[in-house]
């Protein structure tokens, strides 16, 4: 059965730097795009930005580019997040999405990665 | 960016009722819609694409409808399984996804 495997729960203090990554089981990322989104406590999903599978097409949240970055190729897909505020703490998820016109929804997602901005 | 609202933010029903969610965009945005069901302390799932097309392995009970800025998701015998968070999600515009707030349904 298809799914995707996140990396663990983070903790870690303003200013410092997260990795979350992801793996997919039973599929590879060849296929498609992966997206990142996440959601704060209690609150609904943000899109945070996506890559090819080739990395030669990317987009980034105008928000969080300048602290964002992605990078993916057939077996993970990851993503870094610098210069960390407490309002970055929110599960952050993994999603694959179709390559192609008009595909533009997420049809497999990831557990989720708790990251926790705390000092 | 395109903004996604939906109403109402929670809505009550029980087992067998039929439900339906309302959600409006900011603008056009065709038939480009999809819906999703979040259960507590899990991931979203892909419930609808484009407005009314049901997700392989969904069951029928769920439907979507609408275009441009209207767009209502029904369900139709409500299950236990059914208690949930549901986001209607537009992807007119490219690489610029935006969600709606949720509505969450309780019993």
């Known amino acids: 059965q298809v799914h995707i495997v996140q990396s663990g729960p983070e903790v870690r203090k303003p200013g410092a730097s997260v990795k979350v990554s992801c793996t997919p089981s039973?599929?590879?990322?060849?296929?498609?795009?992966v997206h990142w989104l996440r959601q704060a406590p209690g609150q609904g999903l943000e899109w945070l930005g996506w890559?090819?599978?080739?990395?030669?097409n990317r987009q980034l949240s105008a928000r969080l580019q300048d602290r964002l970055s992605m990078t993916l190729n057939a077996s993970t897909a990851s993503m870094d997040l610098r210069s960390l505020e407490s309002d970055d703490s929110a599960v952050y998820y993994c999603?694959?999405?179709?390559?192609?016109?008009?595909?533009?929804?997420?049809?497999?997602w990831g557990r989720g990665t708790l990251v926790i901005v705390s000092s | 960016d395109i903004q996604m609202t939906q109403s109402p933010s929670t809505l009550s029903a029980s087992v067998g009722d039929r439900v339906t969610f309302s959600c409006r965009a900011s603008q056009d945005v065709s038939v480009w819609l999809a819906w999703y069901r979040q259960k507590t302390g899990e991931a979203p799932e892909l419930l609808i694409t484009k407005a009314s097309n049901l997700e392989t392995g969904v069951p029928p009970r769920f439907s979507g409808s609408g275009s441009g800025t209207e767009f209502t998701l029904t369900i139709t015998g409500l299950q236990p399984d059914d208690f949930a968070t549901y986001y209607c999600?537009?992807?007119?515009?490219?690489?610029?996804?935006?969600f709606g707030q949720g509505t969450k349904l309780e019993i």
């Open positions: 999603a694959r999405m179709q390559l192609g016109p008009r595909r533009g929804y997420f049809d497999l």
């Open positions: 039973s599929f590879t990322f060849t296929n498609f795009g």
């Open positions: 890559v090819s599978p080739h990395q030669d």
């Open positions: 999600q537009q992807y007119e515009s490219y690489s610029m996804y935006t």
